[in-house]
T-cell receptor, first 114, second 112 residues
Framework: KNQVEQSPQSLIILEGKNCTLQ??????????LRWYKQDTGRGPVSLTI?????NTKSNGRYTATLDADTKQSSLHITASQLSDSASYIC?????????????FGAGTRLAVHP | NAGVTQTPKFQVLKTGQSMTLQCAQD?????MSWYRQDPGMGLRLIHY???????DQGEVPNGYNVSRSTTEDFPLRLLSAAPSQTSVYFC???????????FGPGTRLTVT
């Protein structure tokens, strides 16, 4: 069964600190892996998209890594800001009959405190 | 570009009532989808469309209908609302199967 699991469920850090969020998946056949940021009361917004051959991708202070062999990904946030408080969702895309089906993790809720 | 727009933002229905959630995008994307988001769970796909006139069921389609008469619009119809349909609904669009997916702001639906 295609599944995406994220850890931790929630995390509290102090402003300025770094943090790393984890994503493990059992999805086949794999197409790509995406990280989204979802602010409270809003729709998810794409941070990164990585294909099988990409090990790392950055978007400002956000850096995603992908290990396709172990089926793990991480999202590292550097020098956190209060505006980083949000849910971060890992999404793995599986190829299904020519259509890329997106499988969503439940998300990690990050709170950045001053 | 307005991106993906959804109306209404909030809605309260009584059990058995019907309604339509509106979704529109102005990016000329072929792919459009409807998801529901419930606490502690990932977004789940309700229905999707790969182009005007073409729709298909997702993971949780029961109790919902869709149609795609134009590229821009993809309404979601609740036929007879049930409390189990209380959720936040997101519409999304993307250009091509592998394209970046853009989400609307969501509709928070409560069924009493």
């Amino acid at each position: 069964k295609n599944q995406v699991e994220q850890s931790p469920q929630s995390l509290i850090i102090l402003e300025g600190k770094n943090c790393t969020l984890q994503c493990n998946y059992t999805v086949s056949p794999f197409s790509n892996l995406r990280w989204y940021k979802q602010d409270t009361g809003r729709g998810p917004v794409s941070l990164t998209i990585m294909t099988f051959s990409e090990n790392t991708k950055s978007n400002g202070r956000y850096t995603a890594t992908l290990d396709a062999d172990t089926k793990q990904s991480s999202l590292h946030i550097t020098a956190s800001q209060l505006s980083d408080s949000a849910s971060y969702i890992c999404v793995v895309s599986a190829i299904s009959g020519g259509y890329n089906k997106l499988i969503f993790g439940a998300g990690t809720r990050l709170a950045v405190h001053p | 570009n307005a991106g993906v727009t959804q109306t209404p933002k909030f809605q309260v229905l009584k059990t058995g009532q019907s309604m339509t959630l509106q979704c529109a995008q102005d990016m000329n994307h072929e792919y459009m989808s409807w998801y529901r988001q419930d606490p502690g769970m990932g977004l789940r796909l309700i229905h999707y469309s790969v182009g005007a006139g073409i729709t298909d069921q997702g993971e949780v389609p029961n109790g919902y209908n869709v149609s795609r008469s134009t590229t821009e619009d993809f309404p979601l119809r609740l036929l007879s609302a049930a409390p189990s349909q209380t959720s936040v609904y997101f519409c999304a669009s993307r250009k091509g199967s592998r394209g970046e997916q853009y989400f609307g702001p969501g509709t928070r639906l409560t069924v009493t």
